[in-house]
């Protein structure tokens, strides 16, 4: 499961919208929110979004066995 929490405060943090995420991913925001909502992405999105924010662990991100 993903640490969705974590993953948007990144996105914020990064000074991104989801929506632009989105776009960058290829796919549409709605889609991108649906994702999020279920806390399950494919693996080549999980890869651009650790390029595309910068993420250093992403096992903390992608891997949680705990969702908050």
């Known amino acids: 499961m993903i640490a969705v929490n ?12 989801q929506g632009q995420i989105a776009k960058m991913l290829g796919i549409s ?3 991108f929110h649906r994702k999020l909502a ?3 992405l494919g693996s ?10 910068d993420i250093k662990d992403p096992m903390g991100f992608f891997f ?3 969702v908050a």
């Not at 974590?6 to 919208?17: D, N």
Request: net charge positive; aromatic share 4%.
């Open 38 to 40: 279920r806390g399950v």
């Open 6 to 17: 974590k993953l948007k405060g990144r996105i914020a943090e990064k000074g991104y919208t």
């Open 44 to 53: 080549d999105e999980i890869e651009a979004l650790i390029k595309i924010l």
């Open 29 to 31: 925001a709605n889609t």
């Open 64 to 66: 949680a066995s705990e």
